[in-house]
């Protein structure tokens, strides 16, 4: 992925302008505070440690600077979301199938069925020390924009003491 990307940088003159960097989202390569705001577009759901990764987007990020989630869901209102969700559980599998690996997109169906709801996962965002700002439901719910601000008042260290209890809480489920 990173040399597809690295082609697109040269071929758009962008590669002196952009640094691609191959890491873990639970122990981000930068040093606190570095950017003025930091996303991750669905992926996150893939994370083992989502709470861990949340700290370290807030870690990186300066003092009053934003970070956006956007993630896949399952619709869960309304009668064009039993219709989203027949799209992803039957007809995105059977078009993945069709297209790639099977088991690709059996994946795909069970990581998004397992994300939390959009509630639960702004509950997530705060408790590790992010303050909220917005959700942009898009698709019928299948798609949200999650738009939260590190906190001004705390810094990075409120993250910190987050990201130490989740460090806890990991050690004593081991």
């Given amino acids: 992925m990173l040399a597809l990307g690295r ?3 040269a071929r758009e003159g962008l590669a002196t302008r952009v640094a ?3 890491g873990d989202a639970r122990e981000l390569p930068f040093a606190p505070a570095r950017f003025d ?3 991750i577009a669905f992926g996150i759901r893939n994370v083992p440690d989502r709470g861990r990764a949340l700290v370290e987007l807030a870690r990186v990020t300066r003092p009053g600077g934003r970070v956006a ?3 896949l869901g399952t619709p869960r209102e309304g009668w064009l979301a039993s219709l989203a969700r027949l799209h992803v559980r039957h007809v995105v ?8 690996s099977r088991e690709e997109y059996a994946y795909l169906e069970r990581s998004i069925a397992a994300f939390p709801p959009p509630e639960r996962f702004v509950e997530e ?3 590790c020390g992010l303050e909220v700002l917005a959700t942009h439901p898009f698709a019928l719910g299948a798609t949200t924009l999650f738009v939260a601000r590190v906190p001004t008042e705390q810094g990075p260290s409120a993250c910190s003491a987050a990201a130490r209890g989740l460090d806890a809480e990991s050690s004593r489920d081991a």
């Fill in 37 to 39: 705001a930091c996303a």
């Fill in 125 to 127: 965002l705060a408790e």
């Fill in 69 to 71: 989630v956007l993630e």
């Fill in 93 to 100: 599998p059977r078009l993945g199938a069709w297209l790639s």
């Fill in 20 to 22: 691609l960097v191959e």
């Fill in 7 to 9: 082609g697109k940088l």
